[in-house]
Each structure stands twice: as structure tokens, then as C-alpha cells.
């Protein structure tokens, strides 16, 4: 078991002490609607349990652990409004009908639940979707980075000039790949691979024409995305 899941266990039974012992040891009158309240407290600290899990497992990335803090806030608030009003129910034990109390807790609970649920769905909707973008745009970063570095590996200047050119070209170009731009795309990434050979083997004269093509063809290839998406 990891660090930081024991530290939340002991935390939550930390919790769940002191709430029993608020309960237990003032002398409460152990009517219907003090059991409740107890048994609502209860149900809402043990809560944190599975909700802190859920919230902050699944993906390892950084992005899907940070949308998890509104799943655990959440839970939390609702876990510290159902604790006063249990204390507040307990007190008020032989004044407060167990039906009164009972339709209180279920809504609190059912309010929490459906935070809970809208949550997560929202964060799993947004963790799809953020992976989605990295796929779509891996293509261009790895042709980004083959590029990039070629105009230092150039001693001219006029390569140099020539590459860097095509390096913004590159930069400015939009990132996001679609199934329509999957030919021209396959196109661009033989003649940069053909490129970088040429760079690295100091066949210079090949530099000019490669990039010409490698710039038609992503003028080409940055056309269709954008006639792809006004569709």
C-alpha cells in the first residue's frame, strides 16, 4: 500500500474517532434519531475511503490526478455538512422526528452522489479528450523535432537560413492531424527523413530542392486541414 493511501486511511479512522467519541461520550439521548445521525456520520466519513481512491487513481498521468480535486472536494464538503448536522441531530435528539432527520441525511447524500458522479464523469470526459489532442498532434511534433535542429548542424549560412525557414513554417503550421491529412502527412515525413539524411550526410545541393517540396507540401497538407475543419 502506498505512503499517501495509509496517510488517508489513518486520517479518515482519525476522523471517525473523534466524530465516535463526540457521539458517545456527552450524554446524548440514544433515541431512533441519534442512531441515525450516527449511522449517516458514519457512512460519510467511511465514504472518503473510496471516493479519495477514485478520484486520484485510474491514469497516471498529472492531468487526470489534478481533475480528481473537485471529485474529492466534494466529497469532503459533503462528509463535513453531514457531520455537523449528525452533532446538530444528536443534540436535538428527543425534539427532531426520525422522519425529519431521515428525509435531511438521504438528500444530502443524494445531492453528494450526484456531484460525485457528474464529477468524474466530467474529469473521464477531459482525460479522454486531452488524449485524444496528443495523438492527433503526435505526427507534427515529431516532424517538429527532426526539423528543428537541422539548421545548427548546417556550417553555411545560407542552409542555415534555408532550414530555419522551414523550421517556422513548421512551427506555424497547425498541429492537429485528422484521417483526411494521413496520405500528405506519410508524404512529409519521407522527405524530411529524406532531408535529414541529406543535412547530415552534407549533400547540400539536395538542401534547397528538398525544402521546396517539404514547403508546397505542407502549404498543401495545412489547405486541407483547414478545408477539413469548415466542414
Do not use: H
Amino acid at each position: 500500500m502506498k505512503k499517501n493511501q495509509i496517510r488517508g486511511l489513518a486520517v479518515v479512522f482519525i476522523i471517525l474517532a473523534v466524530f465516535s467519541a463526540i457521539s458517545f461520550l456527552p450524554p446524548f439521548k440514544m433515541t431512533e434519531t441519534f442512531w441515525l445521525s450516527y449511522i449517516f456520520g458514519v457512512i460519510s466519513v467511511l465514504a472518503q475511503i473510496y471516493v479519495l481512491k477514485t478520484a486520484f487513481s485510474g491514469s497516471n498521468k498529472a492531468k487526470s490526478r489534478f481533475y480528481g480535486f473537485p471529485i474529492a472536494r466534494i466529497s469532503v464538503v459533503y462528509m463535513g455538512v453531514q457531520l455537523i448536522l449528525s452533532i446538530l441531530f444528536m443534540i436535538l435528539a428527543e425534539i427532531i422526528p426520525l422522519w425529519v432527520s431521515a428525509i435531511v441525511f438521504v438528500i444530502l447524500l443524494a445531492v453528494a452522489v450526484v456531484g460525485f458522479v457528474a464529477a468524474d464523469t466530467m474529469r473521464d470526459e477531459i482525460v479522454k479528450q486531452d488524449t485524444k489532442l496528443e495523438i492527433s498532434t503526435s505526427c507534427m511534433t515529431a516532424l517538429r523535432s527532426i526539423v528543428y535542429p537541422l539548421a545548427e548542424q548546417c556550417d553555411e549560412e545560407k542552409w542555415r537560413k534555408i532550414l530555419q525557414g522551414l523550421s517556422d513554417e513548421f512551427k506555424y503550421s497547425d498541429p492537429v492531424s485528422s484521417e483526411v491529412l494521413k496520405e500528405i502527412e506519410s508524404e512529409l515525413e519521407n522527405m524530411v527523413a529524406e532531408l535529414q539524411i541529406a543535412v547530415s550526410e552534407s549533400r547540400n545541393s539536395e538542401i534547397l530542392p528538398l525544402c521546396k517540396k517539404i514547403s508546397n507540401t505542407l502549404a498543401e497538407r495545412n489547405r486541407l486541414c483547414k478545408l477539413n475543419k469548415g466542414k
